[in-house]
């Protein structure tokens, strides 16, 4: 008797085909792609410019096993369902599938959700559609957009500069961020400002407050003359007066669900995780982890790429009856929020959030991995503090006057905890209560001390992972599922590197950023690329044909290209004297510029193949040894350490980096060390340390 024939569906991924098999039962037989099957080929633009931008699509290498067992598997299936992401990409992929498999594309064979749980599934496959070739043509816009500029200017950035470069629309953009703030810090020039912070007396009560203004007015103190003027009219023996008293009730809403944006800022702030890693973390809760025999395989949270802070009512109502029955009425929201989309957001997806909020990261602490449990708890909380009532503050602002000199002094006290019981921002968890002693109007204050500091304005910071992921968003460039790719690349090209956290631009950066400023402005004009973005939804929304959005944005920069190979003069980056030999053939060493950076090289290469690392002295001699010297070094985890210049005959090694200088009490080598609010120089072996001068 033959076997009965089952429905076949097709996802990207082993692991959610896994989950999702489980769910649909012995009919159904869930199989991967494994990604894409179909991709313009490597070896050639794949662009039929005279025929209306038409792809040439192949079968992507090593891909042949996977096509032919999924057109066997086909072959025998009663149906077959396409089962991809629920985004462009997914839409693609299903696309592509169809057509190997012959498939009709108005087949109502396309299931899409946006979690992976028993009862969404089944729900989804109650109602397939067909392909939407909105999705597919707006993926297809992009990727041919893509494909056009990048191997375009490419094969220029090898003839001109170095082989293996390569330019795009969104990484010369986040390229061009990196460059222009580093440009900014460079031109930056410091001011010097003043603050006096004094300490008063009341009764038994001592605290702290600032020094305001002037006769009434907001003064600022610009340097060390001001400060004395404004301490030569206070006088010590004379209290001072409590002049008004300002008591508010302040209310802090929680932050909005995450979407993929916020979900990558907010990892790489307080987890220290890179956009990629978050990324590939968030697949593997969303595809579904094992939760042993009473649940089996489940996705934990919704989909991951998204720009939507909305939530479904289902989740909302959740949400409550579990804040409900864990933390009690008071904790609630009773008007649910309405958060505002960023602008040009495409809003085909709820928030992230966990899929059921009753799967607490305690309850799922033994199952899921170190990584898996961190982000887990950072998604939950984050959606359960979303839907909880606003943390309450009393305020307190006090005004202390004489002689026309005015101090201020602010206090906070929480009142209520709300939201705050469950999530705490990075900024919000550095914060503490600072509570002022009662006072009133007319009461009186003695100056116990005054503590004038000198300070400077700071540059702008630069950019972190966080940070430029939140400048892609703001400028409209990219979409949720770019930026961790584009952040990747010109990390690998080598055109910006991190210094600890944040990114500073490499020479190789700054002469490809240059010449596509030069060359072709259109691909790093913030407006322009944001536009596109723009055009790209519509596409996907019906209201643009693809290929005219592509034709009004090839043709401009044809012109830009032709003008380009011939204009663009070959870009020597010359080697420089290193002033020292070769200690294997004698000939004079060379600084060459290389695929992570510069380095030492013998001028007789290939003859000679001798190269070394150039090293950072910091002028101090080794601590260990007293013979080497102390230079700076990098871990493979790109962070900077301290080590002498004899190793391996030395073996010293620090953090932190070493100042020269013996410590008082033992003797032991000083070092200076990054702390809260500043650096200090401490004693590695013991108790002392100081304060830098400022």
Not at 643 to 668: E, L, N, Q, T
């Amino acid at each position: 008797m033959p076997s009965k024939q089952k429905n076949l569906v097709i996802v990207e991924s082993p692991s959610k085909a896994k989950t999702i098999e489980k769910y649909l039962g012995r009919n159904y037989h869930v199989v991967a792609s494994l990604g894409h099957v179909r991709d313009l080929p490597k070896s050639q633009m794949g662009i039929d410019f005279d025929h209306d931008y038409e792809p040439k699509y192949i079968s992507i290498r090593g891909k042949g096993p996977v096509i032919k067992d999924l057109k066997k598997e086909a072959k025998k299936a009663k149906r077959v369902y396409l089962a991809a992401d629920p985004d462009r990409e997914g839409e693609a992929i299903a696309w592509h599938v169809s057509h190997l498999l012959g498939l009709d594309s108005e087949d109502k064979n396309r299931v899409v959700f946006n979690e992976i749980t028993k009862d969404t599934v089944k729900q989804a496959f109650k109602s397939p559609r067909s392909i939407d070739m909105n999705l597919v043509d707006a993926q297809q816009a992009r990727r041919v957009l893509d494909r056009i500029v990048g191997y375009s200017i490419s094969p220029i950035l090898w003839a001109k500069v170095k082989k293996g470069l390569s330019a795009g629309r969104v990484q010369s953009i986040a390229l061009k961020l990196v460059i222009e703030r580093e440009k900014s810090i460079k031109k930056f020039i410091p001011e010097e400002y003043w603050s006096i912070e004094s300490t008063f007396k009341h009764d038994k009560d001592v605290f702290n407050a600032n020094f305001y203004g002037l006769d009434n007015k907001k003064t600022e103190l610009k340097n060390n003359d001001q400060v004395k003027e404004v301490l030569s009219r206070v006088d010590k023996n004379e209290d001072f007066i409590v002049e008004k008293v300002s008591k508010k009730e302040r209310k802090r809403l929680p932050a909005a669900p995450f979407t993929t944006s916020s979900l990558q800022q907010e990892a790489n702030r307080r987890l220290n995780y890179k956009t990629r890693k978050t990324m590939m973390v968030a697949q593997q809760l969303y595809e579904g982890i094992n939760l042993g025999r009473k649940e089996g395989t489940v996705g934990l949270i919704t989909y991951m790429r998204t720009d939507s802070k909305r939530i479904s009512k289902i989740a909302q109502t959740e949400a409550s009856d579990f804040i409900h029955e864990e933390y009690g009425e008071p904790f609630a929201a009773v008007k649910k929020r309405q958060d505002k989309n960023q602008e040009g957001a495409q809003d085909a997806h709820e928030a992230i959030r966990p899929s059921s909020v009753f799967r607490t990261p305690k309850s799922l602490k033994d199952i899921l991995s170190r990584d898996q449990y961190r982000l887990y708890e950072l998604i939950w909380s984050r959606f359960v503090a979303s839907q909880m009532t606003p943390a309450v503050y009393d305020t307190m602002a006090v005004d202390l006057t004489q002689n026309g000199v005015k101090f201020r002094a602010n206090g906070s006290k929480m009142k209520f905890a709300g939201y705050r019981k469950v999530y705490q921002s990075t900024a919000e968890s550095n914060k503490k209560d600072n509570i002022l002693p009662e006072l009133v109007e007319g009461d009186k204050a003695k100056l116990q001390a005054n503590n004038p500091a000198q300070h400077f304005t700071q540059p702008p910071a630069r950019f972190t992972e966080a940070s430029l992921v939140k400048a892609l968003e703001e400028n409209g460039v990219g979409r949720p599922s770019t930026y961790a790719p584009t952040i990747d690349t010109i990390q690998r090209r080598y055109y910006v590197k991190l210094n600890g956290k944040s990114f500073e631009p490499t020479e190789l950066g700054e002469i490809v950023d240059e010449l596509i400023q030069n060359y072709f402005p259109d691909i790093v004009n913030i407006d322009f690329t944001a536009h596109l973005e723009d055009e790209l939804d519509e596409i996907e929304e019906g209201k643009e044909n693809w290929v005219k959005v592509v034709d009004s944005y090839y043709k401009p920069f044809a012109k830009e290209l032709e003008s380009a190979e011939s204009k663009i003069e070959k870009v020597q980056i010359k080697d420089e004297p290193a002033g020292m030999d070769c200690d294997i053939c004698g000939a004079p060493m060379v600084i060459k510029m290389g695929r992570y950076g510069k380095f030492y090289a013998c001028s007789r290469f290939p003859d000679c193949r001798n190269t070394k690392p150039i090293v950072k002295e910091i002028g101090v001699v080794c601590p260990k040894c007293k013979k080497g010297q102390v230079i700076e070094r990098k871990s493979k985890k790109n962070r900077i350490f301290y080590g002498c210049s004899r190793y391996p005959d030395c073996d010293f090694v620090s953090w932190d980096k070493p100042i020269g200088r013996d410590c008082p009490k033992d003797g032991h080598y000083l070092v200076e060390k990054k702390v809260k609010g500043g650096r200090q120089i401490i004693c590695p072996n013991g108790d002392y340390e100081e304060d830098i001068q400022k």
